[in-house]
């Protein structure tokens, strides 16, 4: 009963530590990466429901970014800690062994893999996929706050806006428009076939989802090179077909890893062939491979960390020792990053990826195992 009094306490500070620094670090990133998301409503126009939606559906993927970090940091702090209150000390005189405090926070850390392991196969995506498909909403589109005075503006796709003036009233005046995919085919299919047009007139204003214009002229150039001209006092552009040039079609990071997985392995349905060639399965290899593999490193952390048990603190150099094991694991993380890069191009390496971490953490645990036992 006292034994595991004492396993509930040593885990309740670590996954205290871990929380409070996982936290932290996410939400000064999100802060970050929630700035650079203004641009949905600054360029692309879309409303602040959504960017605020699209902001909060991309905390879990900074989440998962910081767990290995956050994870090595809370377990160091934690056995600084226990140090310095001598409650290590008390434990080994009760003839508690450090193995099993080891083996604790070995536990612990498969926890947390597990952890990392379902936000990344699963939460991640399906959170992703949400914020795309957000994007896709052409209804939270306010086109009224992309427009700005005398800037030329091409956040939609085939279409440039112009306005010298916009007054108190939002009423623009002096507008330019240059139309090269025909969005605004509902405007002037009186001309037949078209190439590309442009839209001149004195001012006007938006209403829902049309574009009032008012003392203009339309020339439009065909597929026959012809030039026409019409002119009009007042017309209407509908809004509703014009699309931002914000990607909507989702990333690899945005797929299903069930997705990925089939298309790896050439599982794939007929219909998504074209989702599965050569480059997209390199990608399709990095991405699990961040998914899969990049979790397995933690029990790797928690071992080398565990190593901070066997020196005593009237160890001389016990400050040098904590500083050569933090950054080891810190190295391993950052190697870890970079071999991740290379792990779409050669099945080596790919396969390096997820055995190293496994057999590098059994051949430090026998070490370890030998350590603790023979002291």
Known sequence: M???????????????????????????AWVVRAVNFLDLMVESGYSSSIYFKYSILNITTIITRFVPLAFLLSLTISIIKFERQQELLIL?????????????FLLISFYITLFQLTLSLFVNP????KSRSLLSNTDGLQINTVLKSNEFVDAYRG???????????NELLNIFIKDDFGNFNTAINEIGEKKNSTIVAKKGF???????????????????????????KKTELNLSNITTTTVKLPKIQETSSSFLLKCVFNKYDKLNL??????YKKEAKQ??????????????????????????????????????LFILSFIILILAEILLKYTGMLLLVTSSYFILPIVISILF???????????
């Open 274 to 279: 074209n989702y599965c060639s050569e480059d």
């Open 287 to 324: 991405t699990l491979s961040r998914r899969l593999g990049s979790p397995l490193y933690i029990p790797l952390v928690s071992i080398i960390i565990s190593f901070l048990l066997i020196h005593k603190k009237e160890s001389k150099f016990i400050f040098l020792k904590r500083y050569v």
């Open 206 to 232: 938006i209403n829902n989802d049309k574009l009032i214009l008012f003392d203009g002229v339309i020339q439009t150039l065909s597929y026959k090179n012809e030039i026409k001209n019409i002119k009009f």
């Open 126 to 129: 399906y959170l992703l996929n």
């Open 365 to 375: 645990y026998i070490y370890l195992l030998k350590k603790m036992t023979t002291r």
């Open 92 to 104: 080994w005189t009760t003839g508690l062994g450090k193995i099993k405090v080891a083996n604790i």
């Open 159 to 169: 279409i440039t806006f112009y306005i010298e003036k916009k007054n108190s009233n």
């Open 2 to 28: 006292f034994k595991n009094k004492i396993y509930k306490y040593l885990s309740s500070e670590i996954f205290k530590n871990f929380i409070t620094i996982l936290l932290t670090f996410s939400a000064i």
